[in-house]
């Protein structure tokens, strides 16, 4: 059973084909400037690689320049799409109507679309690369929406309700909502199978570009750090997290700007990119800091204390903790990291093991045996979470 599994942005297309008899990656790709000029990259698993540049007016050229390259191009790596069981779809928002994946009907797919209100830059370009999947593929091949709220949707009202006026909820739905649901649930599925009993509280820490922390009860999602938008919680590679959203309405009155321009700083332009003037990406940012540069020491400064503080309130909300796993970029790289959350963490007993620390990328248990709290490194795999889910519903 082979699983064809999409994650489709505005101008952009990645994807990835996934054999489920062991769910090994067949050939994966990007397709980007859609709607601009076009362009496609594909790599079998072989090695074997297809680029080239091709008109991609939109998401349907992107599809059928994946079609070429997967049943014909030099990269080629299936005899016709036919072998595909299934489509699996990344979907950013899923808003209180989706608590969990399903197949994408003409309902599901117009309430994506409907709720492209409350993610304007993702679920319209999911609902354009869905309809492309269907003009290219035809309704034989199944299509499933995963989505990256779902996980969340245990949340009590307590948790997810913010202190405003009560209208604005029943009005407009404001409310935490999370995201990158799939990847804390792939995380915390896997710590769970490590523990050996779902009866554990677990904090997941998906720290990348984007970044969120997940406090898990029972293997169901009790918290987590973004809101009602993936702006929320701590600073991240561009964007602020929280603040006091005075700061917010300060400025723009005294830099005279609209909403938009406003949120656009603190999406785009903010985060360890703002404080550290440097980059958003915390490699450049530790070599600067390394260098002395210190408005980059303060940018890794500021992002660790924050995380440190969501993961104490954490377990404070879980009432203590059992687990606690790094994944992401920064999360399954930065050792430093790592420690000073340990370290930081000792009167609570955790020890952090230094030596495995040092690994990168791996699935590893980086305490040591006699720490209170067992802490790991846990590659995330939300393409591989998204083929389970979409053939566990097709089956
Ligand atoms: P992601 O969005 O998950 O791809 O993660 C991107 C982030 O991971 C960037 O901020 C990178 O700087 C960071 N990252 C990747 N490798 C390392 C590393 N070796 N040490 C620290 N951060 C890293």
Known sequence: MKIFVVNAGSSSLKYQLIDMTDESVLAKGLCERIGVTGAIKHTAA????YAAEIPMPTHSEAFEAVVYAMTKSDAKVIDSFDEISAIGHRIVQGG??????????PEALADIDALGELAPLH???????????????GTEIPQVAVFDTSFH???????????????????????????????????????????????????????????????????????????????DGFMMGTRTGTLDPSAVTFIANKENLTPDEMSNICNKKSGVFGISG???????????????????QLAIDMQRYQILKFIGSYIAALGGVDAIAFTGGIGENDAELRAYIC??????????????????????????????VNVYIIPTNEELAIARDTLALIK
Request: a positive charge; one cysteine or more.
């Open 46 to 49: 072989d090695g074997r690689v």
């Open 96 to 105: 209180s109507i989706f608590s969990k994946s399903t197949i994408i009907t």
């Open 123 to 137: 679920n319209p370009a999911h609902v354009l690369a869905i309809r492309a999947c269907i003009k290219t593929f």
């Open 153 to 231: 949707q245990t949340m009590e009202p307590k948790v997810y309700m913010y202190a405003l006026p009560y209208e604005y909820y029943e009005k407009y739905k404001v409310r935490k909502y999370g995201a990158h649901g799939t990847s804390h649930h792939f995380v915390s599925q896997r710590v769970l199978a490590i523990e050996g009993s779902q009866d554990k509280k677990v904090i997941t820490c998906h720290l990348g570009n984007g970044c969120s922390i997940t406090a898990i009860k029972d293997g169901k999602c009790f918290d987590t750090s973004m809101g009602f938008t993936p702006l």
């Open 278 to 296: 440097i980059s958003n990406d915390n490699r450049d940012v530790a070599a600067a800091a390394q260098q002395g540069n210190e408005r980059a």
């Open 343 to 372: 370290d930081s963490l000792a009167f609570l007993g955790v020890k952090c093991d230094y030596e495995a620390n040092k690994v990168r990328g791996k699935e590893i248990k980086i305490s040591t045996d006699d720490s209170k």
